[in-house]
């Protein structure tokens, strides 16, 4: 079986470190690609199980717990098992639950399938965040940044197969088939390769007690950040549609605009992140964040300052998860077990702000999204100003 090189300062371009990362890249467009497969489907999968729109969105709910299930335990896999191995086992995984999705004509199982679909989705997500770090270590800036580049394609693209196997088969069951095949050529990449090893721990948390409050205030900026993303990807639509600035097909194109948006954020941030130390990047991308919603609220009858501000958004926050890892991975030794407990911030964030802005967006009206998510953008400014003051304190 070949090897990688673990070696500090070893030639990040040797075969081995290539391969891993081209699988890597592989797994998180797969990743993209079930993650996003849901929301063009819900029609179907309610028509499927005689459910109303209402009762099938509980999918997203049962996607969400098994990424919440990941976040707590799937991290501690990768620091006693071999971490190509889980993360074969997940696409493989991950492959089954979509083959299985569209020939379920129960609810209940189907929240199940999507719960265990959530389960191994979270832990993929887990093992490419740390092993890229432990495969580039100090150099892992640009390519933590493809990773969630590559995520980006994939979530990018499953609307577009989605639609394209639908048009010519006329049901779900190709387009859940073709995404499920696509998990194998990544799966079978990744065996040949021996699977990178932790980095030694520098610090056991005991001195001056920074390593604890670091993974927290981590886990809180990607708790603010994840809120805010998938707050603003999933409640623009309605939020356009509701103060009357576009069709239900201008609002479709606005959203999927956004996520591009995103998308080439992370793109444009790999070239950055070798140029540009990563709390930079991070205050330069929360205020540009911030900036764009406010954008909105000055002109909130403007269709362009929407299209304008939701561009914006996706475009300076694009960078922000990596980044917040790169950052953590500086401070922190990201074993498994510690990068899991750091997703579970992503994971409660990414299932709270949504929620909260959806309880509000009648009842306060439509502006509750934009305070919502300007809130968050805000709060994680001052979640960065207190990391980088704790590391301060643990150099004096």
């Known amino acids: 079986m070949r090897r990688l090189l673990h070696q500090d300062g070893a030639d990040q371009r040797s075969p081995g470190r290539i391969a891993a990362t081209a ?22 999968l309610a028509e499927n199980t005689g459910s109303s729109l209402g009762m099938i969105s509980l999918l997203f709910t049962a996607h969400s717990l098994g990424y919440l299930v990941s976040a707590i335990f799937g991290g501690r896999l990768y620091d006693r098992l ?10 493989l995984l991950i492959g089954t639950m979509l083959v299985l999705v569209p020939l379920i004509p129960a609810l209940w199982l189907l929240f199940a399938i999507f719960s265990i679909e959530g389960l191994a989705a979270g832990t993929l997500d887990i093992g490419g965040n740390t092993l890229v770090v432990w495969v580039h270590r100090e150099g892992v800036g640009p390519f933590m940044n493809g990773l969630h580049f590559f995520f980006g394609v994939g979530a990018v693209l499953a609307p577009i197969i989605i639609a394209g196997l639908v048009a010519f088969s006329g049901g779900i069951t190709w387009a859940y088939w073709t995404l499920a095949l696509l998990a194998l050529p990544t799966a079978l990449w990744l065996l040949p390769w021996a699977s990178p090893s932790a980095p030694k721990a520098t610090d056991d948390g005991s001195t001056n007690g920074i390593r604890p409050v670091l993974v927290a205030l981590t886990a809180l900026l990607l708790f603010l950040y994840v809120g805010a993303e998938i707050g603003m990807g999933g409640w623009v639509y309605t939020y356009a549609l509701t103060l009357g600035l576009g069709t239900e097909t201008s609002a479709a194109t606005l959203t999927s605009a956004y996520w591009g948006a995103l998308t080439l954020g992370r793109l444009l941030g ?9 709390r930079w990047i991070l205050a330069g991308s929360l205020l540009g964040g911030l900036f764009s919603i406010v954008l909105i609220g000055l002109w909130p009858r403007s269709a362009v300052a929407l299209w304008a501000g939701a561009l ?15 950052l953590a991975g500086r401070y922190i030794t990201l074993t498994g077990r510690i990068t899991g407990w750091i997703f579970v911030g992503s994971s409660l964030g990414g299932m709270f702000l949504p929620w909260l802005i959806g309880q509000l967006f009648v009842p306060a009206g439509p502006g509750s999204l934009l305070i919502g998510v300007a809130a968050s953008l805000a709060v994680g400014l001052g979640a960065l100003w207190a990391f980088v003051r704790q590391v301060q304190r643990g150099r004096d």
């Open 23 to 44: 699988g890597y890249y592989g797994a998180f467009v797969v990743l993209g690609l079930a993650v996003s497969a849901l929301g063009p489907t819900l029609p179907a």
């Open 270 to 278: 790999i070239p950055v992140a070798a140029r540009v130390q990563p």
């Open 82 to 91: 071999p971490g190509h191995l889980v993360m074969m086992a997940c696409l």
């Open 312 to 326: 914006g958004m996706g475009l300076f926050t694009g960078p922000v998860f990596a980044t917040v890892m790169v």
